[in-house]
């Protein structure tokens, strides 16, 4: 299964990408989510799953079951979009509470075993060199924390040039 989270208006990604959610879990902003409260719930009353009940409560197991994960966020000072990054935060069911080193740093262990690739597609007028450099060492941070096997990155000018760089929808 791959999974798409956007932070497009609906209308702007059924225009884009017409054909995209037959093939593709998608995940767009409806309105309903809340955000990461930290009570470790997802870990300890309903293990892999967010106590929060409001329709982005099963995330740790939608990517246990993901091969590529595809993040088309606007580049905000060199991060996720609000959306974009609630929907990550509200992932951390998919890791343990537990911890391990790794290349001398702490990461949580794995509570399942896939490997999945990460696409990650960042939009904005007027990105500067410096929030680019944000942006990659962020997504190759998530990449060490999410245990991806293989990712890539880009920029766009705006959300109309995306589809030149969102290929494998």
Not at 10 to 21: G, H, V
Not at 135 to 148: D, M, S
Request: with cysteine.
């Amino acid at each position: 299964m791959n999974i798409l989270i956007h932070d497009l208006s609906n209308e702007q990604f059924r225009s884009l990408f017409p054909e995209a959610s037959d093939r593709v879990r998608v995940i767009s902003d409806n309105g309903t989510i809340r955000h990461c409260v930290g009570c470790f719930g997802c870990w300890i009353k309903t293990p892999g799953r967010c106590v929060l009940k409001d329709g982005y409560d099963n995330m740790g197991e939608l990517l246990s079951r993901c091969e590529t994960l595809t993040v088309i966020s606007r580049c905000v000072y060199g991060c996720y979009s609000s959306f974009v990054k609630n929907v990550l935060d509200r992932s951390i069911p998919w890791l343990l509470p537990f911890f391990k080193t790794r290349n001398n740093e702490t990461h949580h262990k794995r509570r399942y075993q896939n490997n999945m690739r990460l696409a990650v597609h960042f939009y904005g007028e007027n990105i500067t060199a410096e929030e680019r450099e944000t942006a990659k060492k962020l997504v190759k941070a998530n990449c060490a924390n999410f245990y991806v096997s293989d990712y890539e990155i880009s920029f766009s000018n705006s959300e109309d040039e995306l589809y030149k760089e969102v290929t494998f929808i």
